[in-house]
């Protein structure tokens, strides 16, 4: 596993454990090698994401009780793939960032200043 740093390079925070969230499911927006996805940045879904996810072909909404996943609803905290939240970002739709949650390596794909302007965490 790669440090817990967020994009501060201050200890991470959790980003959810309701529902249980991160590549590890830890509640953690923690990453490693293995987790290609870059399960990274920690945001706060709305609707309009959600539908944009399954347009998309992801599918958040919708439990899949076999893998553990209750579905997402609005307003849940999610760590989100860097990748799939720049690409929403592009087209709009992108959700609303807990930066102290967000690990440091989200800055390989997302500009900091990018993921500022959705913060929800800066005073």
Avoid: Y
């Amino acid at each position: 596993m790669d440090d817990a740093l967020n994009v501060f390079d201050e200890p991470l925070e959790a980003c959810s454990d309701r529902p249980l969230t991160g590549f590890f499911r830890d509640g953690c927006c923690n990453t490693s090698p293995q987790d290609v996805g870059s399960h990274t940045v920690c945001v706060q879904v709305t609707v309009e994401f959600l539908e944009f996810s399954r347009f998309k072909g992801n599918d958040l909404s919708t439990p899949r009780p076999e893998f553990q996943f209750p579905g997402l609803k609005a307003g849940d905290r999610w760590c989100l793939c860097a990748a799939r939240w720049l690409e929403a970002h592009e087209q709009g739709m992108a959700p609303k960032v807990f930066l102290r949650g967000t690990h440091k390596r989200a800055l390989d794909i997302v500009p900091i200043a990018t993921l500022k302007q959705f913060a929800v965490d800066l005073n």
